[in-house]
């Protein structure tokens, strides 16, 4: 008997290499390359009058200088918008280096290639651009307002403005008992990974072909964007991922303008060339998101059932916007959480600032909506004197209402569907977990002492494992060792134990013996990437379906073989023997060499293993006339639509009643992301959201001055939180599998951080007793808040 490998604890295989500083990052490689750095803008808005370069170009090492004028034809096109929307009426990008105008402080507006990267800087620096600057629009007020345009051809600074209705929303809050209305505030941030983006292109003259590396999450998507803007056939280039320090959505992007500009320049110079950001690179010219203004009207009945609910928001969407709008929709879909909400209204609008660009970022657009959602769970609960947990379940879709049609489309274009779930159940455990019931006991003994706590709690839904497809290769050597290929990307999720796992339970071998590859075009070059929590439902069920077709060939070579059915075999540790005769066995290895015989001509060790097995028979070859040779397999998984994990967490905090410094003192969650590959992966992912959720409630936050800079673009002034000041995560898992898919698994990825924002803001709301309504929150403006509520 083998132990089961899927829903074991299994230590991450990728650790010891990752953790002793033998990962092979962007930065490790490409050791002779020419280095790149950029001119960016110091304006936020402005007109480029000229750049004049004559200071730089003489400089030793400098091999070349670049501005829009240098582009070949398609790479002075503007950047693509990758994903259009109807209602993105008015979508814009930039270029690869700024044409004309800037329209964010930070924007690529010329490219220095030299022999190392001090050359390049130093370059730069001596690189004058002369502007003529532009009035600026920062924030959302002023983006409202659009006294100023971003874009002089956008009126109101509207990229798009978007409704969805389901019901009769002003009917249903006419007819509805109690109304209340709330404005809420999530500002801008960002993620913020340890290895910044990066790129490294070598062009091979003689075969005409590009390869780059590049630190991403979509390595294929990098590959046909760059192919695109080159010229070049998709067959003549090649994209790696090495190693990805993080990325949480900003890697997503692509292509990246130093994508397109290293491969080109790479090319260009018959040299390899390498672009790796700096920490003030990622502030002002990656992308940022969360940012938005939300105002809700909600109707609902004397036992706190929502009956109607009227939602308007404003998106900040940077200067363009090359990933469409989908954080905007994906707020104002999936804001409902567990919850009907009986007439539903959102209407938004995504507005252009002089800001950094938006691309989701981990929870994407969804902790700006369980905010909103939570928020005004707690003020319903408020207003009627209810438990907030009990106002919670009475609106909750149940588990007999499963698959659950909201009427709405979700960001796919698809009907937003939940698959399943259980909200009550999860929210029992939470309680007995937090120790809900205790809690004023608890909470009367610390005011004893003069101290101040609150109790927390944020529930929220999330579409996780969206298509379209991702593909899965598996192959047996005749060693027996199997490889795996995925094209998407890891970034540090632990995929290459998950899917080791999921092919080592599918096929009966040891895990150890699975070799998991990610992200190598030249392995899987059809692939979407790592994004959405879709890691582990796509590659996982599509390893799986490939696992399953070499495991069926796998039996049927040996039941040939050993002269038995299919059905008398099993297989075990990669040793596929006869149910109750474990003598008679032959291992996947040999039936690999079975399967390719030109193997047996050629490797003593296959031979050795075959005539050791006995079972090798050159006129009778196993391998039947229509079977491909080699004991190796592909299926890709593509589903009918996205399945819904969920989770519920709950916040003990202490705000100090001199200081207004706020403590976490106890952090729960309840998660429920169906059956998992490996719980203390899953763990982990939910450990590591929680505490990115923690400083997006507590720290984190980009302030701009109103011209436009980014005045805390360094980790000396963007605050983010260290491991004191995340506090210990107590989980506890439900598992119910979604029916969609032949794994039953949902995604975990985002699942840690979506709430955290909300729960913080419930916990001080309720050791405070007045409203929370916008987030972050640092001590001094809970101190502020105190003044103004005490004041009256
Ligand atoms: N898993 C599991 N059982 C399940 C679901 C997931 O064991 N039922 C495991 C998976 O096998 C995988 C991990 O949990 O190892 C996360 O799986 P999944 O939810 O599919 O998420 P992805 O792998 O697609 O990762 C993307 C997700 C997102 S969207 C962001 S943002 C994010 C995140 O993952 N960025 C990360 N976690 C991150 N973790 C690290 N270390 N770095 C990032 O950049």
Same mark, same amino acid.
């Given at each position: ?27 490790? *490689? ?116 659009? &006294? ?23 009917? $249903? ?8 209305? *709330? ?99 990622? !502030? ?63 209407? !938004? ?53 499963? +698959? ?28 007995? *977990? ?33 298509? +379209? ?16 290929? &995925? ?33 190598? &075009?030249?392995?899987?070059?059809? /692939? ?76 003593? /060790? ?5 005539? !050791? ?37 709950? $916040? ?26 490996? +719980? ?37 002034? !963007? ?37 955290? &924002? ?35």
């Amino acid at each position: 008997m083998t132990t089961r490998m899927f829903g074991a604890p299994v230590k991450r295989r990728e650790d010891p290499r990752l953790v002793t500083g033998q990962g092979r990052y962007l930065d490790d *490689l490409g050791h002779d390359a020419l280095e790149a750095a950029f001119v960016r803008s110091p304006h936020a808005h402005a007109r480029i009058v000229d750049v004049d370069a004559s200071e730089a170009v003489d400089i030793e090492g400098v091999v070349g200088i670049y501005t829009w004028e240098d582009l070949p034809e398609r790479m002075a096109d503007p950047l693509p918008l990758l994903i259009p929307h109807p209602t993105l009426t008015h979508g814009r990008t930039g270029y690869a280096l700024a044409k004309d105008e800037v329209n964010h402080v930070g924007e690529a507006v010329v490219m220095v290639v030299a022999r190392d990267r001090y050359i390049a800087e130093d370059a730069a620096q001596r690189i004058v651009v002369t502007y003529d600057r532009l009035p600026v629009v920062v924030g959302l007020e002023q983006a409202r307002a659009a &006294t100023e345009l971003v874009h002089e051809d956008v009126p109101g600074n509207v990229a798009a403005h978007m409704v969805q209705e389901v019901g009769d929303v002003e009917r $249903a809050l006419a007819s509805s008992v109690n109304r209340l209305t *709330l404005d809420l505030e999530v500002e801008r941030s960002a993620s913020m990974p340890m290895e910044g983006k990066g790129v490294y292109a070598r062009w091979d003259d003689e075969r005409g072909e590009l390869r780059l590396w590049s630190s991403t999450q979509t390595s294929t998507g990098v590959r046909a964007a760059v192919a695109a803007r080159l010229g070049l056939p998709l067959a003549k280039v090649e994209c790696i991922a090495p190693d990805v320090g993080g990325g949480f959505g900003v890697k997503i992007m692509h292509p990246w303008p130093e994508e397109v500009l290293v491969s080109w320049t790479a090319r260009m110079l018959g040299h390899p060339v390498k672009w790796t950001e700096d920490r003030r690179e990622h !502030f002002i010219s990656s992308a940022h998101e969360r940012g938005q203004l939300q105002h809700v009207e909600v109707g609902f009945d004397e036992r706190g059932v929502v009956t109607a609910l009227d939602v308007k928001f404003w998106h900040d969407n940077g200067a363009y916007t090359p990933y469409g709008i989908i954080v905007p929709i994906i707020t104002s879909t999936q804001l409902l959480g567990p919850y009907k909400p009986g007439a539903y209204r959102c209407e !938004f609008w995504s507005l252009y600032t002089n800001t950094v660009i938006v691309t989701p970022y981990r929870g994407a657009g969804r902790p700006q909506g369980c905010f909103l959602m939570e928020r005004t769970m707690d003020a319903i609960a408020d207003h009627l004197g209810l438990d907030r947990a009990e106002v919670r379940s009475r609106n909750f879709i149940l588990p007999d209402e499963m +698959p659950y049609d909201h009427g709405l489309l979700f960001q796919d274009g698809r009907p937003l569907k939940y698959d399943s779930g259980d909200f009550p159940a999860s929210l029992d455990k939470l309680k007995a *977990l937090v120790g809900w019931d205790d809690f004023a006991d608890y909470r009367a003994k610390a005011e004893a002492e003069g101290r101040r706590v609150g109790l927390g709690i944020g529930c929220y839904v999330e579409g996780t494992g969206v298509g +379209p497809y991702e593909g899965g290769h598996v192959q047996v050597e005749t060693s027996g060792r199997v490889n795996v290929s &995925t094209g998407l990307t890891s970034q540090g999720q632990g995929h290459e134990t998950a899917f080791a796992q999921v092919v080592a339970q599918e096929l009966g071998v040891r895990v150890e013996d699975v070799h998991v590859t990610t992200g190598d &075009t030249r392995k899987m070059p059809y /692939a979407v990437g790592t994004f959405a929590s879709r890691a582990a439902v796509m590659s996982g069920n599509a390893v799986a379906l490939a696992a399953r077709a070499v495991r069926a060939k796998a039996l049927r070579i040996a039941a040939e073989a050993l002269e038995v059915s299919v059905d008398d075999l099993d297989i075990v540790d990669g040793e596929v023997s006869v149910k109750g005769a474990p003598g008679q066995s032959i291992s996947l290895g040999t039936i690999s060499v079975l399967s390719n015989p030109l193997r047996y001509a050629f490797d003593e /060790a296959a031979r050795a293993a075959t005539q !050791f097995a006995g079972t090798f028979d050159p006129d009778k070859p196993p391998v039947a006339d229509d079977d491909e040779p080699g004991l190796e397999g592909k299926d890709f998984y593509s589903p009918t639509q996205a399945t819904f994990a969920n989770g519920m967490h709950a $916040a003990i905090v202490e705000t100090d009643p001199v200081t207004a410094e706020i403590k976490i003192l106890r952090y729960c969650v309840i998660h429920d992301c169906g059956p998992m590959i490996n +719980p203390m992966i899953v763990e982990g992912q939910v450990h590591g959201g929680v505490a990115q959720g923690v400083g997006g409630a507590l720290y984190e936050r980009m302030v701009y001055d109103e011209g436009g800079q980014l005045l805390n673009a360094s980790f000396m002034d !963007f605050l983010l939180p260290y491991a004191s000041e995340v506090p210990h995560v107590e989980t506890d898992h439900l598992e119910t599998p979604s029916p969609l898919n032949p794994l039953g698994i949902k995604g975990a990825g985002e699942a840690g951080c979506i709430p955290v &924002t909300a729960v913080i803001a419930s916990a001080i709301s309720d050791a405070e007793g007045f409203p929370i309504t916008s987030m972050p929150i640092s001590p001094a403006e809970l101190w502020d808040l105190r003044r103004r509520h005490s004041a009256g």
